[in-house]
């Protein structure tokens, strides 16, 4: 067993410790004239435990992660972002909180038991708990107004998500869907 998966105060968040790579991921985002573009990338992301936080009734585990990736053929990446996965046992929520450094933070929950191999996490505008906040920019041009994210591990060394990003773009009534999706697989324990 990996030693990620033993440590179980982690609930269902423990098998995510160490670092993973995907190499085709999916990403289907606005293009540069607001239209629709795809592009194929690979990412790495990092995942180190955090010491447990002890706030008054609520202790929380956690994971400080970062998250890198790149257009496949390029060497400057596309997208970071830098933010804590989350547990609370008592309360039975898996939670993440994140900042993209195009200015928007995104504080993402949802309901798991601590032995769940897979989670749904949302996140939306204007709530005072699970909630979204963008730069004056983003919120007049590409405003984020909700926010899904499913994770499901499917090995002890492999794992997949797919995330809407939901976006209400100036001079568009519908939403545009902001989809990504890959397939990580370790690289460091």
């Known amino acids: 067993m990996s030693p990620s998966l033993s440590n179980s105060a982690l609930g269902p968040i423990a098998f995510l410790v160490g670092a993973w790579e995907g190499i085709k991921g999916h990403d289907t985002a606005p293009s ?3 239209q629709t573009e795809t592009n194929l990338f690979r990412e790495r992301i990092t995942f180190t435990p955090i010491a447990t936080i002890n706030n ?3 202790t929380i585990e956690g994971l400080r992660y970062n998250t890198v990736a790149y257009r496949l053929g390029e060497q400057a990446p596309f997208h970071e972002e830098v933010g804590y996965w989350l547990w609370d046992n008592d309360a039975k929520q898996v939670m993440r909180c994140f900042i993209v450094p195009r200015g928007v933070t995104v ?5 798991a038991m601590a032995d769940d191999k897979e989670f749904k996490l949302a996140a939306d505008l204007g709530s005072a708990t699970f909630g979204i906040c963008s730069s004056p920019f ?3 041009e590409f405003k984020t107004v909700r926010y899904e994210l ?3 591990m499917l090995s002890p060394d492999a794992w997949a998500y797919e995330e809407d990003t939901q976006l209400l773009m100036k001079g568009r009534s519908e939403i545009f869907h902001h989809r990504d999706r890959n397939q990580l697989h ?3 324990d």
């Open 56 to 58: 008054h009734e609520q």
């Open 138 to 140: 983003l919120d007049r």
């Open 32 to 34: 540069d004239d607001r």
């Open 150 to 152: 499913e994770v499901k």
């Open 186 to 188: 370790r690289v460091i």
């Open 107 to 111: 504080m993402a929950g949802g309901s």
